[in-house]
Every structure is written in structure tokens, then in C-alpha cells.
């Protein structure tokens, strides 16, 4: 098959002065085969996540963008974040732009001579890495734990979430497995990687203590499991109802997507009044969802973690390989996803766009579709 000489990509991109941050459709050369391991992927499908969110824009304020140009929103940074603007999230260099995306879906279309590469060739698969997803194609180890193959059947967008929601949610339970813990404390367990923990923690038999904000998020997570364990933090006894089930579930391990604010405090202190205190770390952040300071203390913070998905893949390969092929045998059941809109490249660099998929609201997950070309409705 003939690749185009050109594709396109969704670049992310700092001006020389740092006043403002160019998230832009733009063209580059279509990657080639280099390596006898090298596939080319024509992307199909990718999720919009947090993740992705931050790498594109940073510290900047997205929701205050503008658009000076067709295929171009420009956000504005603040003075006092500009030297944060040398590198992404994950410390690599902004210098030429960032192609933006880190996870997706699609078909292989070329191969190097490689016979496990040559295999993939019209296969569905999904791929994770740093960036390249949000664009046509896409270039991958074809041998790598960076391509998972689907089975027979799975399209590319049942298989666009592959990586970072059910690999995080399966990190999780392995983190409270190696560190000696038997139950978990959930955040945002809502949102798309809270329902993916909650049916792990189903099948796998392990006691779930759900975090959410509203009624119908809570209905959301009965409508999964009907004995779920779940706790409103919107609810005036919510500290005592959380710590009460903490000690029923014997619940000694937390992670926390919303970062700032007042959440991780008050769930150390339900340890506390749960007599649930363990040594070493108790609550873990992966996310920033509240970007107001965190109210915790000196003594809370020797008690917390960060955690990230890719500094935990560097070290467990193994696992992470074995969490993946589980993904794969389980992507249409414990790790289905479910998406509110899907949009084009060219759709998610307009203003009508951003102002749905950055405001990152819980039960609302797009998609991109990179070869779709009209704009879907909001």
C-alpha cells in the first residue's frame, strides 16, 4: 500500500516568548520503515484523556483561549509559569513541538521484514508511547510492549483505551498487591478508570471503597455492581461515612485523580480515625483534577506518593506486559470504554471543541477519530 507523502498531526507548540501555547493542525512527512521492526499504523481512534490534556497544555490557561487562526486555538501562559514551558509533564524537550496524543488505535498498513512486525500487517491494534497518536499515521515497535494486538473482532475504537486507563486501573491493584495492602480508597470513581477499577476489583474480589461527588455518579457505579461500596463527598457526614468505610473494608491504600484541594487530607485523616494507619505510603495523587492547593500538611505529605504510569511500567515490565495481554482478552467487557462525542483533527482545534473535551468533566470522554472529516455535533 502506498502512503500519502504527507499526514496529518495535532501539534502542541510554545512561542519563543512564552505568552502563548499553539495547539494547531498542522502537516508533517509521513513516517517510512526504517528498522525490519517498524509499523506504520493507520490511526483510527484515540481518547481524549487527562493525560493527553496536560501534555498539550501545560500550565496555560486552555479555557481562556483564542482563535487568531482556522486550524490553530492558542491558549495563553501566565508569566509565572513560562519556565515550565521548556519541558512536557514527562520532562521531554517542547523544543519543535509536541505531536500530541499518547495512546489510539488503528490498522497496520506497512512493516519492516521482521516476521512478528509482518504478522501485524491488517491487524487492529493499539499503541502507547510519548505523543504521535492524534494524527494519521503512526510509526511503533512492531515487537514492542508499545503495540498491542486485538483479537479478531475488536475495532479501533473498542481498542482506543487500551493503555492508559485500564493499565493504570490494573497498576493500581498490583501497587496495593506489592505493598501489602488488600483493599482500595477511589477518587473520581466515576469517571472511565473508575468504572474499569470497579469491575477489575469485581472479578479479582478485592474491596473497593468508590469516592464520588453526586447521586447520579453513584448510580452510575450501582448500575456496574449494585453492592459497590461508595461515598459521597458532597454529603455533610461524608468524613465519618468514609472512615466508617474504611474499617469495614479494611481499606489501608488510596489514590486520589483530583490532587489539590481538600480531598487527600481528609482521606489521611479517615485513615487515622479509622485506625487504619500502615507504615509507608497510604495515599497516592495521579492526576490534578483540582488545580487549588492542596491542604495537606508536612505530616500528610510524608504519607503520599505520586504515582505515574510510566515511571511504574520502567519498572515492572513483566507485569505490565501481562496487565496488557489481559486488557486485550477483556478490552469489550471489564475494559470497555464508552465515549460522548467523537471529533476529527480538524474539529478539536476549534473553540466549540475545547470548551467540551478541557473541561475534563467526570462520565465525559471524547474521542478522535484522525480520518474523520465533518465536525460531529457537541
Known sequence: MALPKEMSVLLSDVRP??????????????????????????????????????????????LASIQEKPNCISAPISEKFRESFEKDIYGNSRKGGTVCGNEGAGVVVAAGSNEKAQALIGKTVAVFGSGGCYATYRKANGVSNAILLMPDGVSPRMAASSFVNPLTALGFVSTMREEGHSSLVHTAAASQLGQMLLRICMKDKIPLVNVVRRPEQEALLRAIDPAAIIVNQSAPSFKADLANAMKKNNATLAFDATGGGALSAHILDAFDEASQVRDGIQLYNYGGLDTSPSTMTTDHRARNGFWLLPVWQAQHRKEFAENAQRVAREITSTFTSSYTAEVGLQQAVTLPALQVYAKQETGKKYLLNPQATEFAKL
Not at 506504520?40 to 481512534?45: F, G, L, T, V
Open 17 to 62: 516568548d512564552k505568552t502563548f501555547l499553539d495547539f494547531s493542525l498542522v502537516k508533517r512527512p509521513t513516517p517510512t520503515i526504517e528498522k525490519p521492526t517498524d509499523v506504520i499504523i493507520r490511526m483510527e481512534a484515540a481518547p481524549i484523556n487527562p493525560s493527553d490534556i496536560g501534555v498539550i497544555f501545560g500550565a496555560s490557561n486552555r
